[in-house]
């Protein structure tokens, strides 16, 4: 799967919080293009659920149509990524406690979200709610987990000349201007 210089950097940016991660869930996958370069920067086991079946299905070791509310896993997972699913559900509360009850403790979660300034936001339909820092931040210690990264992630751009600002909009989003998604990366409390 060729990726893009964006899903490279994003992967390339987590991988100093999760160093040390072997068996990987990748929770509402899409294509799966975290869960196979997460695979493969780490050499790690990734298990790849989606509400519904992909259109290509992620080239990992196990793919599984699952709800991320009733999971039911038996084995347990040094890390859970949650890329821009918790929008979709009414009550993010039941999948954050699931994934508790998955994660080996001090296992790590990486979570995405659209922030109320997203571009396109209310677009899809399926969404039902952005996130702010401080709701997400909420959610993850309600859910017992610490969480040891957050930031804006600045809004998508067009063309090539806007790419080369991505710096600047970064900073601008850290500010509070062109908020795109948030992403946090947390820690299972023992």
């Keep these: 799967m060729g990726l893009s210089r964006s899903q490279r950097r994003f992967v390339q940016s987590l991988l100093k919080y999760i160093t040390d991660c072997k068996i990987i869930l990748d929770a ?15 050499s790690a086991t990734v298990v790849a659920i989606d509400i519904k079946t992909p259109a290509q299905k992620p080239n990992v070791e196990h793919f599984a149509v699952m709800d991320v509310r009733f999971l039911g896993f038996s084995e347990s997972f040094d890390l859970i990524v949650a890329k821009d699913i918790l929008e979709h559900l009414f009550c993010p509360m039941s999948a954050m406690k699931e994934f508790a009850g998955i994660l080996k403790n001090n296992g790590k979660i990486i979570i995405t979200a659209p922030s109320p300034q997203a571009p396109f936001l209310w677009n899809d339909y399926t969404h039902v709610r952005p996130f702010t820092k401080a709701s997400l931040s909420q ?23 806007l790419l080369r600002m991505e710096g600047f ?22």
Excluded at 28 to 42: N, P
């Design 28 to 42: 509402g996958c899409g294509s799966g293009w975290v869960g196979e370069t997460l695979k493969k920067y780490l």
């Design 169 to 190: 909009l970064s900073f601008l989003a850290n500010k509070g201007f062109r908020k795109g998604n948030i992403i946090a990366v947390a820690r299972k409390k023992e």
């Design 139 to 161: 959610l993850l210690k309600d859910s017992g987990f610490q969480v040891l990264f957050m930031r804006y992630l600045p809004a998508p751009t067009h063309g090539a000349a």
